[in-house]
């Protein structure tokens, strides 16, 4: 029987070729991932803050019309439809909104109250991605009377 001799010059990848090339790839898979999450992260807080500011201009429009804010309880829902809770507005003269009222990027509801804290006429609160009041990071609190 002939046993097939090993040439010297064989052609191929040995196994820890491979190995080093799988622990690349997964390497710059894993930055890749990291990266992509992070700029969801940072997406999501810029699209509730302009989310936040355009509730700040329908309101004033809502203002201007009725001579007065939308109660708490009314909520941000009399930018989309006149409110039925007293006080009812006279002037209602909306929607305010081009569409209902969204949920925040987190999918929860965003917190309203007048008056607004540090003697603004309202306040536009979304608890960020714990959806807790403070927090850190991507857990801090979106609100409209800050920055």
């Excluded at 969801?40 to 203002?63: C, D, G, P």
Aim: aromatic share 12%; glycine share 10%.
């Amino acid at each position: 029987m002939e046993q097939k001799q090993k040439k010297d010059n064989q052609e191929g990848f040995t196994f820890i070729e491979i190995m080093v090339a799988m622990m690349i790839l997964f390497i710059l898979i894993g930055a890749a991932g990291f990266t992509y999450i992070k700029y969801v992260s940072k997406a999501r807080v810029v699209a509730a803050k302009n989310q936040t500011q355009s509730f700040s201009i329908a309101l004033n429009a809502y203002f201007l019309d009725c001579n007065r804010y939308p109660t708490t309880e009314q909520g941000l829902q009399a930018l989309w439809e006149k409110p039925i809770l007293e006080p009812v507005p006279k002037g209602w003269d909306g929607p305010y909104l081009n569409k209902k009222v969204p949920l925040d990027t987190w999918g929860r509801e965003y917190e309203y109250k007048v008056p607004g804290p540090h003697g603004l006429p309202f306040g536009i609160r979304s608890f960020g991605a714990d959806g807790m009041e403070g927090g850190e990071g991507m857990d801090k609190d979106l609100c409209s009377w800050e920055d």
